[in-house]
């Protein structure tokens, strides 16, 4: 069985997200499917990189993050991302699912320096992955998700 690398906030359970709340748990049946048959590999890079929750909001800067406060973080999202990407080459993962918008995860999109717009880009941890081979869409793309898998799964 094919494994998912899937941002923690978007699995469920403990809230992960920078303020501290869960509320964007993926309610797909297609998510919950995969979730139920163990597939899903979660991850959240931030705590993972040592941030705590809640936390202050971040943006990324160019190859930094920059948290709301002025605060750079970006130590702590590489190590977060480069826990991810070990994460996703233990468990053989095929494809990720990962939370748009975010400094670590979004996939198409992040928010500006002020975080009041969406702009074009990529998380770190996204890019991180992307860069070691790996296919990740975000939680807006789960048809095109299940045609990968299914396109992978004789593999």
Known sequence: MKKILVSR???GGPAMRFNGHDDVKVQ???FNKWRDEGRLVPICPEVFGGLPVP?????RAGSKIIDVNGKDVTEEYKKG???ALRLAKENNVVCCIMK???PSCGSKLIFDEKRENAIPG???AVELLRNAGF????EYELSEVERFLNDHESE
């Open 100 to 102: 748009e918008l975010s």
């Open 122 to 124: 990529q998380g770190m």
């Open 81 to 83: 991302a480069k826990e």
């Open 55 to 59: 936390r202050p909001g971040a943006q």
């Open 9 to 11: 906030c978007l699995y």
């Open 28 to 30: 797909d049946p297609r």
């Open 135 to 138: 296919t990740v869409f975000s």
